[in-house]
């Protein structure tokens, strides 16, 4: 079993940047594909970012491709989230979720391939 826990979230100004943690407890982190969704109220649970094992790629929404970048540190059990060029669209709570199952390409986007949650972090992006 893994637990997450997130942190990092805050209020920022349209432009700026945060960087996002999640730290995973549990010895078998480096076996997990790690993800990080957002939820905006009143909108579906959004994935942004799958890290696939070590070795393995890195994939990321058209919505962020360019402006956030998804990394892990398998020595620290932890998955980071560095936001760039914040958006008042990129409000939303942001969570780190992991994936124990090795999927072929095209899949690992969708809330229900993820069998652990963190709580979430909320990012507030002003204009």
């Known amino acids: 079993q893994v637990q997450l826990v997130e942190s990092g979230g805050g209020l920022v100004q349209a432009g700026g940047s945060l960087r996002l943690s999640c730290l995973a407890s549990?010895?078998?982190?480096?076996?997990?594909?790690m993800g990080w969704f957002r939820q905006a109220p009143g909108k579906e649970r959004e994935c942004l970012v799958r890290i696939n094992r070590p070795g393995g790629a890195t994939y990321y929404a058209d919505s962020v491709k360019g402006r956030f970048t998804g990394s892990r540190d398998n020595a620290k059990n932890t998955v980071y989230l560095q936001m760039n060029s914040l958006k008042p669209d990129d409000t939303a709570v942001y969570y780190c979720?992991?994936?124990?199952?090795?999927?072929?390409?095209?899949?690992?986007?969708?809330?229900?391939?993820?069998?652990?949650w963190g709580q979430g972090t909320q990012v507030t992006v002003s204009s």
């Open positions: 979720a992991a994936d124990p199952t090795v999927r072929a390409a095209g899949l690992g986007y969708r809330s229900f391939e993820y069998e652990y």
């Open positions: 549990g010895r078998t982190f480096s076996m997990y594909a």
